[in-house]
């Protein structure tokens, strides 16, 4: 399985082609997607998050796990980075980004998740194979799919990178529950699935039906930013945020247009244009400075069932 070459340094927005295949595979690379000035800022930044992560930050917005081979409390994951950092903020406007969501989900896709997850230098814990979701949230629709976009800081090889199933995301749930209970049974299992391995810069297009999931690692530090994306449509049919959430996000991605526009990297880029319309156009309010640039996900869940996305 090969796949196509995507490179953000000589187009500004995936293919129709290239979308094409993301639909079916449910993965996709693409490759410069940030550019040394941008993605040494946010090197700097996210490191912030990695040293209070490490010294056991007890924010609820800091998750740790215990590692597989030493037994150790490890940090894994941050939750809502766009509030956290200037430099996530800009980057939640980077264009190619945004021109790509557009062209599989429509313009009225809304940006739902923003996490930084990452190994740790010496004790990266592994990711048991999973998808992020059930189906039942409207992820099946293949002309809208459900996806993250994860932008690697550092580079991840074979000691450390995420594998993916090609194609999963178009498996029913037991076949997807079938495999998954296989690959992680005795330890992380790889039979079926490629090494998607990353350079600093670099993105993965995962849909969260897409079969994935990593090893545990004791190798070098590699953070991974992940912003998740639904449509409009989707979202407001099946949750699982109530339709508070939908306006609230939209205000959310316009002021991180106006923070990217700012930014002296984004200086010569053909900005992103975010013209939603019909049920979900918005107005002049949409505009304002928004109260938040984080709004938790249990605050708006419809159901108190409802659960949110797992990342590798
Ligand atoms: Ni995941």
Partial sequence: MTFPLVDAATQDCITAEQAEFFKDNGLLVIRNLIAAPELERLRRETQTLVDRAVAGCEDPDYAYKEHESSGKRVPYRVEYVVDKLPSCRALAGHP?????????????FIPTWDSMVFKNAGAGTGIPWHRDSGDGCGASDRERPIFNVDMYLDHSDRTNCVWG????????????????????????????????????????????????????????????????????????????????????????????????????????????????????????????TPASYRYPHQQYWRTPHATGAATA
């Avoid at 897409?210 to 912003?227: C, D, I, M, N, T």
């Fill in 96 to 108: 190619f980004v945004l021109r790509s969501v557009e062209r599989l989900q429509g313009r009225n």
């Fill in 165 to 288: 199933i090609p194609g999963s995301n178009r498996w029913s749930e037991a076949r997807a529950f079938d495999t998954i209970a296989r690959l992680n049974d005795g330890g992380f299992r790889t039979e079926g699935a490629v090494a998607i391995e990353m350079q600093p810069g670099d993105a993965l297009l995962h849909n969260i039906l897409a079969l994935h999931g990593s090893a545990p690692a004791q190798s070098h530090l590699r953070r991974v930013l992940y912003f998740e994306y639904r449509a409009g449509e989707t979202e407001s049919a099946h949750g699982p945020h109530t339709p508070e959430y939908i306006p609230a996000k939209q205000q959310v991605l316009l002021a991180c247009l106006r923070d990217r526009a700012q930014a002296p990297y984004a200086r010569g880029e053909r900005p992103f244009a975010y013209r939603p319309d019909g049920a979900f156009a918005v107005g002049a309010d949409a505009h304002a």
